[in-house]
């Protein structure tokens, strides 16, 4: 054998171990590369952007508040509006919303789904408390319609009576929805009569409870009225001065001005928020029904 060949047979040879040699080694397993999120999936995550069309028209509020912002900065010429209008635009009519209204219509709407439920035990289309609940679907009031059709599902789905109310009652959040779930948990333990009776003075209950924070409501309405009425007008005069008069304006264009209707517009709405405060009802204590049967009776308060 020549000593080329020997050569290049040593060579074959050290580069076939070499090959087999690398191909031992433990190599880290290839790892696909994580997708890059999109913008419109980062904005979501980032601002909570509920899904579907309450999100598309947050998104649109949003962006009629900058174009608003950047018009008015065009107009005045104030580096502050752009700060002061969107702040003024998304906060005053948090500001001045009736956050009670919401609750006495839902409670107002248990108290009509307890009658229409009376009346179908009083009038026998349905002579058993399953029956009557699923049948009042059909009539459910529109504020907690929801909830009813969730309930009668539950039902549906051979869930037992007393789970699904519980459940019913923890989706109203609602403390009298908690006392009508628990009497009727009772009534599906115990499997006795005068349900009818019982849902009539609930009902009854219900309804007084109705009238008087309609009655409370009211009065605390006027200080609310008061402010919506001084606050838009306010804001209504300010908008034609700037348009109209905007000398008179002159002075809040200066540095020292800007400042000073940063305080006046950031002490209004101080006192705005505390007028929500004296006028929204505090919530009152809970009483939650549970499925099973426990020390406290099936019922356990917070």
């Known amino acids: 054998m020549s000593p080329v060949i020997g050569a290049l047979l040593g060579l074959g040879v050290g580069a076939a171990l070499l090959l087999m040699v690398y191909s031992l080694r433990r190599r880290p397993v290839a790892t696909v590369r994580p997708r890059r999120m999109s913008l419109a999936r980062r904005w979501s995550r980032l601002t909570r952007r509920p899904a579907g069309r309450q999100g598309r028209r947050r998104d649109l509020k949003l962006a009629a508040v900058a174009v ?46 307890v009658r229409g439920l009376r009346s179908l035990l009083q009038g026998g289309s349905e002579n058993t408390l399953e029956g009557a609940l699923q049948a009042s679907l059909s009539a459910a009031p529109e504020p907690i319609k929801p909830e009813i059709t969730a309930l009668v599902t539950r039902m549906r789905a051979r869930w037992s009576t007393e789970r699904a109310l519980a459940r019913f009652a923890e989706d109203l959040d609602d403390p009298t929805a908690d006392t009508v779930a628990a009497a009727l948990m009772l009534a599906a333990r115990r499997r006795g009569f005068g349900l009818s009776e019982v849902l009539s003075g609930l009902s009854d209950s219900v309804s007084d409870e109705v009238r008087a924070r309609r009655k409370i409501e009211s009065d605390r309405a006027t200080p609310r009225t008061a402010a919506v ?57 809970r009483l939650h029904p549970v499925a099973a049967p426990s020390a406290a009776g099936g019922f356990r308060a917070r």
Not at 70 to 82: G, I, N, Q, S
């Open 68 to 113: 608003l912002a950047v018009a008015a900065f065009v107009v005045t010429r104030w580096p502050v509006a752009l700060l002061v209008v969107p702040t003024i635009v998304l906060l005053v009519p948090w500001l001045l919303q009736n956050k009670n209204a919401a609750g006495i219509e839902r409670t107002a709407a248990v108290e009509t789904w």
């Open 229 to 285: 009425a001084l606050t838009y007008g306010t804001l209504a005069l300010g908008i034609a001065m700037a348009l109209f008069s905007p000398e008179t304006l002159a002075p809040y264009g200066t540095p020292i001005g800007q400042v000073v209707l940063i305080v006046i517009i950031g002490g209004y709405l101080a006192t705005l928020f505390m007028l929500r405060r004296i006028t929204t009802a505090k919530e009152r204590p």
